[in-house]
T-cell receptor
Framework: EDKVVQSPLSLVVHEGDTVTLNCSYE??????LLWYKQEKKAPTFLFML????IEKKSGRLSSILDKKELFSILNITATQTGDSAVYLC??????????????FGSGTQLTVLP | NAGVTQTPKFQVLKTGQSMTLQCAQD?????MSWYRQDPGMGLRLIHY???????DQGEVPNGYNVSRSTTEDFPLRLLSAAPSQTSVYFC??????????????FGPGTRLLVL
């Protein structure tokens, strides 16, 4: 059974701090790993990673994948109150035939205090 | 483009009632899926479809049916609602080109309460 585990479950920091969110996985036929940010409603896409060791960056957010050790990290530098959200990690795996599925972790609740 | 739309936004059902959650997308995406999200459980895949006429079960399919008669629509049916189906339901769609799921676009969600 495919498994995605995120840590920590929750995190409280102050504005300006740097945070690192972790995602480890055990899946068969790994295809890609995705990070989402979820505020009040639907998740919004942040990054998709497919290759080991290549950092994806978007402003203050960055992410990297280690396919050998089966984990990814999401870094947020100079955090702002608007970064407060649940951050979800999901792994795409190829199941039987051509079908593909995403398995989500339970998320990390980040709270950034002013 | 409207993106992914879901109706209703909120629904209260009694145990044993049936209902259909609607999902539609106007981006011509092949792949559509339904998730439920419960506190502390993340998103769990219920059913998915890789194209019109093709559906398959995800992680938690029991108690739910789906069909995909058109590329645009992917309704989720609860045949006999149970309190354990109280959850927030998200529909998502994406392209599948080059063998990988591209960015998944999520609908706004349907909050379902079963009494």
């Amino acid at each position: 059974e495919d498994k995605v585990v995120q840590s920590p479950l929750s995190l409280v920091v102050h504005e300006g701090d740097t945070v690192t969110l972790n995602c480890s996985y055990e899946v068969t036929n790994f295809r890609s790993l995705l990070w989402y940010k979820q505020e009040k409603k639907a998740p919004t896409f942040l990054f998709m990673l497919t290759s080991s060791g290549i950092e994806k960056k978007s402003g203050r957010l960055s992410s990297i994948l280690d396919k050998k050790e089966l984990f990814s990290i999401l870094n947020i530098t100079a955090t702002q109150t608007g970064d407060s959200a649940v951050y979800l990690c999901a792994v795409e795996a190829a199941s039987s035939g051509s079908a593909r599925q995403l398995t989500f972790g339970s998320g990390t609740q980040l709270t950034v205090l002013p | 483009n409207a993106g992914v739309t879901q109706t209703p936004k909120f629904q209260v059902l009694k145990t044993g009632q049936s209902m259909t959650l609607q999902c539609a997308q106007d981006m011509n995406h092949e792949y559509m899926s339904w998730y439920r999200q419960d506190p502390g459980m993340g998103l769990r895949l219920i059913h998915y479809s890789v194209g019109a006429g093709i559906t398959d079960q995800g992680e938690v399919p029991n108690g739910y049916n789906v069909s995909r008669s058109t590329t645009e629509d992917f309704p989720l049916r609860l045949l006999s609602a149970a309190p354990s189906q109280t959850s927030v339901y998200f529909c998502a769609s994406s392209y599948t080109g080059t063998g990988r799921l591209k960015t998944q676009y999520f609908g706004p969600g349907t909050r379902l309460l079963v009494l």
